[in-house]
C-alpha cells in the first residue's frame, strides 16, 4: 500500500516520523506556502492513501474537488499534530482507509475514530472484505443495497464459485441458487447482485512488432468476451521476452492496471501441457507457442481458452486459482 502524508508544523513533522517508522510503504512531506492543492492532487492520482497530520478541515477541502467514487478514491486518514486521534474521512472500506487508520493509531497510542455504519454496529461489510480478499467489484453501486439490508437485520445469501474457508459472519449464509452476492470470473450472473470478481484470468499475448494498443485491447476484450470471463478478471498480461518493450502490449497493461510479465524461451519451452505448436512461431521465437504457455506459466492453472490469432494479435487465457476466507471479516 503506497501511502503519503503530510505535516504542516514541526510537531506534525515529528509525528510522522514515527508514523514513517511503523508503516514502511510511507512517504512523509512537509507544505506550506499554498503548496498543499498541488501536493493532494498528486498523491490522489498515485497513491493509495493519504495521511493529513494536521486538522480535518484542511483536508477536507483539500480532498473534495478530487473525489470521485468510493470505488476510485484512495483512503484519506487524519491525525492530529498530538497523535490523539486518527479519523477515515475518505474510502473507508474499499479503500482501507479504516483499517489504515487502526493501525497508525497503534503506532502512536492514537484513538482510530471509525464512523462508517457497519462497524459502528459491529456487522459484517462486504465491501471491506472484498478488498481484504482482492476481488474487484463490477457493480460498486450494490454495495450501499447490500450493507443497509444487513444493518436491517436480514441474511445475505452469496454464492462463490470457490471454496471459502472459515466461519461465515453473521447474517450471511452460502446458497448455489438465489443469491445477493455473487464471487464468480464469469461474466454471466444476476444483475441485481452484488458481483465480486477475483483476479484470477491470464491472457497470454503474443504480437507483430508496432502492432497498436487499440487492436490488441480489441484482441483481448474478444478473448474474454467468447471465454465468459469478466473483465475485471484480468490479473496479468503474459509474453515472450522479446516482446517486453512492445509499447502496444505496455500500454494495454497500462490502461488495465495489470502488469506485463515476460518469460524467455526456455521458460516457455518448459511448461508442461498440451499446446498448439506452430513451426513458425518455434522458427521465429524459439519456442511452439507464446500465448498459450505463457498465460499458463503466468497463472499456474489451467488454459480455458486456445490461441485466437487475427490483426497481428494472437490471444490465449488461462485461469488460476484464489483462497477465499470468511475470517478477520470485521
Not at 489504515?100 to 482510530?112: N, S, T
Not at 470457490?162 to 461465515?168: C, H, N, Q
Not at 484470477?200 to 484482441?219: D, F, L, M, Q, Y
Request: glycine share 10%.
Amino acid at each position: 500500500m503506497k501511502i503519503e502524508a503530510v505535516a504542516f508544523t514541526d510537531a506534525g513533522m515529528a509525528l510522522g516520523r514515527r508514523l514513517q517508522a511503523a508503516e514502511e510503504d510511507l512517504t512523509l512531506y512537509r507544505c506550506g506556502g499554498g503548496a498543499l492543492r498541488t501536493w493532494t492532487q498528486d498523491a490522489f492520482a498515485r497513491s493509495d492513501a493519504l495521511v493529513f497530520i494536521g486538522a480535518t478541515g484542511i483536508a477536507v477541502r483539500a480532498v473534495a474537488p478530487l473525489i470521485r467514487s468510493k470505488a476510485e478514491d484512495p483512503a484519506v486518514v487524519v491525525i492530529d499534530e498530538k497523535g490523539a486521534f486518527a479519523v477515515p474521512i475518505l474510502s473507508g472500506h474499499l479503500g482501507g482507509a479504516n483499517e489504515l487508520a487502526r493501525r497508525l493509531a497503534g503506532a502512536v497510542g492514537a484513538l482510530p475514530v471509525i464512523t462508517t455504519a457497519t462497524d459502528v454496529n459491529g456487522r459484517f461489510a462486504v465491501d471491506e472484505w472484498a478488498r481484504r480478499q482482492k476481488l474487484a467489484l463490477a457493480n460498486p453501486e450494490r454495495i450501499k443495497w447490500i450493507s443497509a439490508r444487513i444493518l436491517a437485520g436480514e441474511t445475505i445469501r452469496v454464492k462463490s464459485l470457490y471454496p471459502v474457508s472459515g466461519a461465515l459472519p453473521e447474517q450471511v449464509k452460502r446458497s448455489e441458487t438465489e443469491y445477493d452476492v455473487l464471487i464468480s470470473h464469469r461474466s454471466r450472473g444476476r444483475a441485481e447482485a452484488l458481483r465480486l470478481v477475483p483476479r484470477i484470468v491470464t491472457a497470454g499475448i503474443g504480437c507483430k512488432k508496432g502492432t497498436s494498443p487499440e487492436a490488441i485491447e480489441a484482441a483481448l476484450v474478444a478473448a474474454l468476451g467468447k471465454a465468459g470471463c469478466h473483465e475485471l478478471a484480468l490479473s496479468a498480461v503474459a509474453t515472450i521476452d522479446r516482446k517486453a518493450a512492445e509499447p502496444g502490449l505496455a500500454e494495454v497493461c497500462r490502461r488495465r492496471g495489470v502488469p506485463l510479465v515476460c518469460y524467455t524461451a526456455a521458460e516457455l519451452a518448459a511448461v508442461e501441457g498440451a499446446f498448439t505448436a506452430s513451426a513458425f512461431v518455434e522458427k521465429t521465437t524459439g519456442v511452439d507457442n507464446v500465448c498459450e504457455r505463457a498465460a499458463v506459466r503466468q497463472s499456474g492453472g489451467r488454459l480455458i481458452s486456445r490461441k485466437e490469432a487475427g490483426n497481428g494479435v494472437t490471444v490465449a487465457l488461462a485461469l488460476g486459482e484464489t483462497e477465499l476466507s470468511w475470517e478477520g471479516q470485521l
